[in-house]
């Protein structure tokens, strides 16, 4: 059972947008720590895809975005690809734990 | 071009012992925090230790305090996990991943994953 709860899967069409949701605790997200999101491909490390809650790293497209509210976050892309079938991860810091923790995983299906 | 190179990974009995390295390049290595995560067959990321870059203050998950080791040699710009009583729970491919600062709110010092290695298969199985 992870800390942060993500839906297992989530599904689009080619073009669409989907979201994927990431839930807290007043001890992680709603305390005020920061979220962070990575990209694993299949048979690939992970990759880091959002940082410090909206931000995008050098390379990532902009079809890619992020947002924070409360105990909760949520990932958002825009005009899905074939490309963007992948594993997705939140993680934040949890000061009852006292280390790092990352959701559960949500694995994208382009159909 | 910043690289981190997982070694040591392999095939232990349950209880057996095995020591990971982590071989980084194309950064100053004793600046950055460096952590471990795990992802076991089918499962997800798990964090497991994290070691800061001078002061090396470190921190452990539940699941293997009191059982694995992290340390780092600045000098030879590498990055360990002694992992003893090992468990066939334990059995994941173990990446270490550099955190990378960034600066939000007027507030610097903070970091997220910001470059992995490709990681290390380690297998506990009788």
């Known amino acids: 059972q992870s800390v942060l709860t993500q839906p297992p899967s989530v599904s689009g069409a080619p073009g669409q947008r989907v979201t994927v949701s990431c839930t807290g605790n007043t001890s992680n997200i709603g305390a005020g720590y920061d979220v962070h999101w990575y990209q694993q491909l299949p048979g690939t490390a992970p990759k880091a895809l959002i940082y410090?809650?909206?931000n995008r790293p050098s390379g990532v497209p902009d079809r890619f975005s992020a947002s924070k509210s409360g105990t909760s976050a949520s990932l958002a892309i825009t005009g899905l690809q074939a490309e963007d079938e992948a594993d997705y991860y939140c993680q934040s810091y949890d000061s009852s734990l006292s280390g790092w923790v990352f959701g559960g995983g949500t694995k994208l299906t382009v159909l | 071009e910043v690289q981190l190179v997982e070694s040591g990974g392999g095939l232990v009995q349950p209880g057996g012992s095995l020591r990971l390295s982590c071989a980084a390049s194309g950064f100053t290595f004793s600046y950055y925090p460096m952590n471990w995560v795990r992802q076991a067959p089918g499962k997800g990321l798990e964090w497991i230790s994290s070691?800061?870059?001078?002061?090396?203050?470190?921190s452990y998950a539940d699941s293997v305090k009191g059982r694995f080791t992290i340390s780092r040699d600045n000098a030879k710009n590498s990055l360990y996990l002694q992992m003893n009583s090992l468990r066939a729970d334990d059995t994941a491919i173990y990446y270490c991943?550099?955190?990378?600062?960034?600066?939000?709110?007027?507030?610097?010092?903070?970091?997220?994953?910001?470059?992995w290695g490709q990681g290390t298969l380690v297998t506990v199985s009788s």
């Open positions: 991943a550099r955190e990378r600062e960034y600066c939000s709110s007027n507030t610097c010092q903070k970091y997220y994953f910001g470059y």
């Open positions: 410090g809650n909206d």
């Open positions: 070691i800061s870059g001078f002061t090396s203050t470190i």
